[in-house]
């Protein structure tokens, strides 16, 4: 099995940044994407932002220049820098696997204040 850690959410400023920690324990060395998705109210749940084992990363367009994800083997980090409301959300970290797994963290909680 997959555990999943998250830290780092909190109150942001406006244009201050942030940064999200998702740590994996237990069978990660099969995992290949790491990832962010949020939820915000109102909204259904959207990716982020994404980094494959080899380092290849994907941004929703909303965030491109402004959020961005990296990776070593374990954990991989999301530092967002924020300027717009819309950005509050929980956000979840979200591990994958070739064999089928498919893991949600628990979310952790960031708003932004303007």
């Known amino acids: 099995q997959v555990q999943l850690t998250e830290s780092g959410g909190g109150l942001v400023q406006a244009g201050g940044s942030l940064r999200l920690s998702c740590a994996a324990s237990?069978?990660?060395?099969?995992?290949?994407?790491m990832g962010w998705y949020r939820h915000a109210p109102g909204n259904k749940r959207e990716l982020v932002a994404k980094?494959?084992?080899?380092?290849f990363t994907t941004y929703a367009d909303s965030v491109k220049g402004r959020f961005f994800i990296s990776r070593a083997k374990n954990p991989a980090f999301l530092q967002i820098t924020s300027r717009h409301a819309e950005n509050t959300a929980v956000y979840y970290c979200?591990?994958?696997?070739?064999?089928?797994?498919?893991?949600w963290g628990q979310g952790t909680k960031v708003t932004v204040s303007s």
């Open positions: 979200n591990v994958q696997a070739a064999w089928g797994l498919d893991k």
């Open positions: 980094v494959t084992a080899s380092g």
């Open positions: 237990g069978s990660i060395l099969t995992i290949s994407d």
